[in-house]
């Protein structure tokens, strides 16, 4: 029933002919049943595949069905693709932004061609822009510990203060993505040891608590002025509904004017920081992926770049060929 009331609340208007109508909405409950994808993917993977409708209509002259789908060129694919780039002209499409319109197209004709319904090999000759390779930006340990220890103290409210404190470190010392935070119940952290935590596409896993993230959540279970009901959601906001994520996104944009942190400091820096931190300290790469519900390995290991990045930093400075450079370069001065 949630799905299917998620179904008709997220849908976009199809503009397509009765059979490609049918299969659209097999390919939607494919999404929510077996995938089971994440809300957010939901809605961009369905915006898109209505968008090539709508495209489509214009571009072909009419509606197009699954026969139409089957005939599509690559240029026709490429022609889409031109138009989504230069949709909204004041700001174009970034790399990013096409190769998910390009992964939103790729799974529904992936759908067609599994479930027998269409064949069409155009779009596997459709290649993904280059996407610019980016490492996670964590924070220091010094830094990290700052927004957790100042974290009660902003708020005039106790019980807010605690609620944010409790929410920040279990950023930071369970690696939870904010999603993932929010939708905690009572039950998920009601074990000393262990919390229960559904991730991307309603997977679960387990991960460890620390001592002073148990401590934390007790905390503001204790001083939280509403009734925490089975099945309702761990963190309030004031009016007593479950708290907005941009709550916690504006908090960490006060801390970073507070504390001196970079523009990177974000709630999801704590869980990069988390991953980072550990694996500075020895931690195994496996079982960083198991805590973080990374699905592949390859996820996990952008955070052996930062590590190597740091490394090279201390080494710079420490090696004795850096110090001398260093020496000479304050006797210039002089």
């Known amino acids: 029933m949630a799905q299917a009331a998620f179904h008709n609340e997220h849908s976009q208007a199809i503009e397509a002919r009765?059979?490609?109508?049918?299969?659209?909405?097999?390919?939607?409950?494919?999404?929510?049943?077996?995938?089971r994808v994440s809300p957010h993917t939901f809605s961009a993977?369905?915006?898109?595949?209505?968008?090539?409708?709508?495209?489509?209509?214009?571009?072909?002259?009419?509606?197009?069905?699954?026969?139409?789908l089957r005939h599509l060129s690559p240029a026709?694919?490429?022609?889409?693709l031109a138009y989504r780039r230069t949709q909204f002209?004041?700001?174009?499409?970034?790399?990013?932004?096409?190769?998910?319109?390009?992964?939103?197209?790729?799974?529904y004709f992936r759908y067609l061609d599994r479930a027998g319904i269409v064949s069409n090999a155009a779009l596997g000759a459709m290649r993904a822009p280059?996407?610019?390779?980016?490492?996670?930006?964590?924070?220091?340990i010094g830094e990290a510990r700052k927004v957790v220890q100042e974290t009660a103290s902003m708020s005039g409210e106790e019980w807010i203060g605690a609620r944010d404190n409790a929410l920040l470190?279990?950023?930071?010392?369970?690696?939870?993505?904010?999603?993932?935070?929010?939708?905690?119940?009572?039950?998920?952290?009601?074990?000393?040891?262990?919390?229960?935590?559904?991730?991307?596409?309603?997977?679960?896993?387990?991960?460890?608590?620390?001592p002073a993230v148990s401590e934390a959540l007790n905390t503001y279970i204790d001083l939280c002025p509403f009734h925490l009901e089975a099945g309702r959601p761990l963190f309030l906001g004031v009016r007593g509904g479950r708290l907005n994520p941009r709550i916690t996104q504006r908090?960490?944009?006060?801390?970073?004017?507070?504390?001196?942190?970079?523009?990177?400091?974000?709630?999801?820096?704590?869980?990069?920081?988390?991953a980072t931190h550990l694996l500075s300290n020895g931690g195994d790469l496996r079982a960083i992926q198991k805590l973080l519900g990374h699905a592949s390995l390859?996820?996990?290991?952008?955070?052996?770049?930062?590590?190597?990045?740091?490394?090279?930093?201390?080494?710079?400075?420490?090696?004795?060929?850096?110090?001398?450079?260093?020496?000479?370069?304050?006797?210039?001065e002089k």
Request: hydrophobic share 35%.
């Open 169 to 210: 470190i279990l950023l930071y010392g369970c690696g939870l993505r904010i999603g993932e935070a929010l939708s905690l119940t009572l039950e998920d952290v009601l074990d000393a040891d262990m919390l229960r935590v559904r991730g991307k596409g309603d997977k679960t896993r387990v991960v460890p608590v620390l």
């Open 76 to 80: 026709d694919f490429r022609s889409y």
């Open 45 to 68: 993977y369905d915006r898109e595949v209505a968008g090539l409708f709508s495209f489509l209509k214009e571009h072909l002259g009419s509606a197009a069905g699954l026969e139409e």
């Open 130 to 140: 280059k996407i610019p390779h980016a490492i996670p930006k964590p924070l220091s």
């Open 251 to 274: 908090l960490m944009q006060y801390l970073r004017g507070a504390l001196g942190l970079p523009e990177t400091a974000t709630p999801h820096a704590l869980r990069h920081s988390f």
């Open 298 to 332: 390859s996820t996990t290991q952008m955070y052996t770049e930062v590590d190597s990045d740091r490394l090279m930093a201390v080494y710079e400075q420490a090696h004795p060929r850096e110090k001398m450079k260093q020496r000479e370069r304050a006797s210039k």
């Open 89 to 107: 002209r004041e700001t174009p499409l970034s790399n990013r932004s096409m190769a998910r319109v390009l992964s939103s197209l790729k799974s």
């Open 18 to 35: 009765p059979d490609a109508l049918k299969a659209v909405e097999d390919w939607r409950r494919y999404l929510l049943t077996e995938r």
